[in-house]
């Protein structure tokens, strides 16, 4: 089914009932789909049309569902823009999806007018020009104008389950984002599969707490309007702030949360849970980098009635696997070692492979492949990629059976010897004799930042792009969380990530210059700034005159790292 | 300089996230319009330790104390007034 009819369906049950809520105020399924369809009308006067893309320009607010909703009724697909990204790499996203509007608000008016000046012209909805004050001269389309247009409605274009519903950028490793194209089909499709899997009904209330660039979020926006639920979109205060999230959902009455676990360690170190009464969450399902067992196990033990979920799937796939656990932090004690990825999401077939891209047997290490109906089209105009990343495997059924003793469930005939088509997660797994899988790593150099993933090769690309850089290595090394002095109070930001304890990752580049050239290590910062996201900037920089190598003259990167960990030390 | 200019000098020197964002005044939204993120939130709590001498407890932490440099100047003189806990 088409997103958008499955809004319009959820409308016709029952359109008084608030779709979502932000800052205590409601959209109801009523007032979405005539506002998503006024957008889409407005949309369609600028010439937008199915096969076009619309950027979203916008932080957590109650606009996100009204720009999506009517970005796709307008029939094109959103191409979500993170607003805290530098303009260059935005205006490098707009022109790879040849972008011609982008739906926004005022708080980011003056960052899309300068957006819109860096790529040489973009008309702006959702803001008035005089918004952006101090900006050269913006084509802005504001809600009021919107407002004016009749609802596109049944006049709403049609588009194929194929075509484009959502295009979200990710880190590439040669220095430019790479666009992940999800259709109507993959999209709907992981919507129906995280309502069945978490038993969603229309009495649900969801915590919406990712940004839009982030895959994560499509889990509420398409799940909850799939069955009629309520979603709550999560606000940057509130996200900022832990005490104050922790009322929230206590006064929500929040059913299901969705998240990464940094949000969660926070809430849990720093929301005073004791004061809480959030018997209300019946579901807790993070992903995105593994939960560290100690803050874990404290987390479920404040949340005795929650069930947990540990979801894992790259962006490409949406969530493809699931383990669930509790309630109750008993279930933790009982882990050994981390808490695994689980098994396959209904109708994904998973197949761990060697090198060769061979089945290997249950036990042995290899890397994962996916193939289901919620994995995404391809990259964005890159068929190189999608070369690389999809790969044909013979599959056989002895080691393909998609949950543990349950071969070919789905009766779909996939059976020994059958080609089928895989996408590479470039994820390091095991399947264990209980049939479950294993997180091991990464087979390449892609790290997690706060749930965010940062290509280290990328981030050598753009500083190599210096003109005084002769040769850069980056690395990500755990960064032990280190309280500020003088209080009584809360240490910086944990994140989770391969550091056990939860700190964060500090990401650090060691660099040689040219011959005569100069640069210090904040001219290189500035330099990472106009092209890299925040988490993906270098915060230790260290000047070398050459670099210790392998005996193959490759950079030696632990060699590197230890020399780091000594310094700091 | 009072208490609230201070705490603005600071925010604006050390830490906002958009280094353009020079004008800031009393009552623009920090948390809200993501000026800025929650690294910098944990350091003014530092700040407000180190330069006042105040203790900011975890279930004090609330958009409604942190929302700008004026409720926080708020805030800060509700914690150095006599009798205050």
Not at chain 1, 275 to 282: I, Q
Request: net charge negative; hydrophobic share 40%.
């Amino acid at each position: 089914m088409l997103l958008v009819e499955q809004l319009r369906r959820a409308a016709e049950a029952d359109g008084a009932k608030p779709a979502f809520r932000c800052g205590g105020v409601d959209l109801r399924y009523r007032e979405l789909v005539d506002r998503a369809d006024r957008l889409a009308a407005a949309l369609r006067d600028r010439g937008v049309g199915p096969g076009d893309r619309v950027g979203i320009l916008q932080g957590k607010s109650l606009e996100n569902p009204v720009a999506v909703f009517g970005i796709l009724a307008a029939g094109a697909a959103y191409v979500p823009l993170d607003p805290a990204a530098p303009v260059a790499r935005l205006a490098s996203i707009v022109a790879d999806c040849g972008i011609a509007n982008v739906v926004t608000e005022p708080a980011r008016a003056s960052k899309a007018a300068k957006l819109a000046a860096n790529a040489g012209g973009l008309v702006l909805h959702g803001i008035e020009a005089d918004d952006a004050e101090g900006q050269a001269a913006v084509t802005a389309v504001s809600w009021d104008e919107v407002a004016s247009h009749e609802p596109l409605g049944a006049d709403s274009p049609s588009v194929g389950q194929d075509a484009p519903a959502y295009v979200i950028f990710t880190s590439g490793s040669t220095g430019t984002p790479k666009g992940i194209v999800h259709t109507h089909r993959s999209g709907s499709a992981y919507a129906t599969m995280a309502a069945e899997l978490y038993g969603l009904t229309t009495d649900d209330r969801l915590s919406n707490f990712p940004p839009l660039h982030f895959d994560q979020s499509t889990f509420d926006l398409f799940s909850a309007t799939l069955v009629g639920a309520t979603t709550v979109i999560i606000d940057g205060e509130h996200q900022l702030v832990p005490a104050s999230l922790a009322r929230l959902i206590e006064d929500e009455r929040l059913t299901i949360w969705y998240s990464v676990p940094l949000a969660l360690i926070q809430l849990l170190l720093y929301g005073v849970l004791d004061e809480r009464d959030h018997s209300s969450l019946r579901w807790v399902v993070y992903g995105g980098e593994p939960f560290p067992l100690k803050h874990l196990e404290s987390l479920m033990a404040h949340w005795p009635r929650a069930r947990f979920s540990n979801c894992y799937g790259p962006a490409e796939t949406n969530q493809c696997t699931y383990h669930h656990l509790g309630p109750g932090p008993a279930a933790v004690r009982r882990l050994d070692g981390g808490v695994p990825i689980g098994v396959a999401c209904p109708d994904v077939e998973l197949v761990v492979v060697d090198a060769d891209d061979r089945p290997v047997v249950d036990g042995d290490d290899g890397q994962l492949l996916v193939s289901g109906p919620t994995t995404m089209r391809g990259y964005w105009g890159r068929p190189d990629l999608d070369d690389r990343c999809f790969v044909d495997v013979t599959v056989d059924r002895d080691v393909t059976a998609d949950r543990h003793g349950d071969a070919d469930r789905d009766g779909d005939g996939v059976g020994r010897g059958t080609v089928r088509r895989y996408y590479r997660t470039g994820d390091l797994v095991r399947r264990r004799t209980d049939g479950l899988l294993e997180f091991l790593g990464r087979a390449d150099r892609q790290v997690k930042r706060r749930g965010l993933r940062i290509e280290l090769d990328e981030v050598e690309a753009v500083l190599a792009d210096h003109e005084a850089v002769e040769e850069v290595a980056v690395a990500a090394i755990p960064a032990p969380p280190e309280p500020p002095a003088g209080v009584g109070a809360p240490a910086p930001a944990p994140a989770a990530g391969p550091n056990p304890d939860g700190g964060d990752l500090t990401i650090a580049a060691w660099v040689s210059t040219r011959p005569g050239a100069f640069v210090d290590a904040d001219g290189l910062r500035r330099h990472a700034a106009t092209r890299l996201t925040r988490p993906a900037i270098p915060t230790a920089i260290s000047f070398v005159d050459r670099f210790p190598r392998t005996t193959t003259g490759k950079i030696d990167y632990p060699a590197l790292t230890a020399t780091r960990s000594r310094a700091t030390a | 300089m009072s208490h609230t200019d201070q705490i603005l000098e600071f925010v604006v020197d050390e830490l906002l996230l958009d280094p353009d964002d020079e004008q800031l005044t009393l009552d623009d939204e920090l948390l809200a319009a993501e000026r800025i993120d929650s690294l910098g939130l944990m350091r003014l709590i530092a700040f407000l330790g180190d330069e006042f001498d105040v203790t900011v407890p975890y279930d004090e932490i609330l958009i409604e104390n942190f929302r700008n440099v004026r409720t926080i100047g708020d805030y800060l003189a509700g914690k150095l007034s006599p009798g205050a806990s």
